[in-house]
Nanobody, 115 residues
Framework: QVQLVESGGGLVQAGGSLRLSCAAS????????MGWYRQAPGKQRELVAA???????NCADSVKGRFTISRDNAKNAVYLQMNSLKPEDTAVYYC?????????WGEGTLVTVSS
């Protein structure tokens, strides 16, 4: 019913910036949370940042002060601005939409931060 497509990943040097985008195929109505997760090799998937339909945000301590999540409800999109990137940020980043009945996931976009 809902498809998510991420973009904006790539290779960047430590200290650089990237902006990830995620577009939903259809409108997202009602109570919902959009977020970004990431999974590095050998690690479990973890929450990076999330934003509610009302605009409240939360982020992981590891990215606080460096990453900013935002959304555009008119465009059914969520964004992740990543600044001051570190090699430990290297991972596949996944867009997520959490609804009352279902969770939807994008296929992921790879972010590689070199030293």
């Amino acid at each position: 019913q809902v498809q998510l497509v991420e973009s904006g990943g790539g290779l960047v040097q430590a200290g650089g910036s990237l902006r990830l985008s995620c577009a939903a195929s259809g409108s997202i109505f009602g109570i919902n949370i959009m977020g970004w997760y990431r999974q590095a090799p050998g690690k479990q998937r973890e929450l990076v940042a999330a934003i509610t339909s009302g605009g409240s945000t939360n982020c992981a301590d590891s990215v606080k002060g460096r990453f900013t999540i935002s959304r555009d409800n008119a465009k059914n999109a969520v964004y992740l601005q990543m600044n001051s990137l570190k090699p430990e940020d290297t991972a596949v980043y996944y867009c997520n939409v959490h609804l009352l009945r279902m969770d939807y996931w994008g296929e992921g976009t790879l972010v590689t931060v070199s030293s």
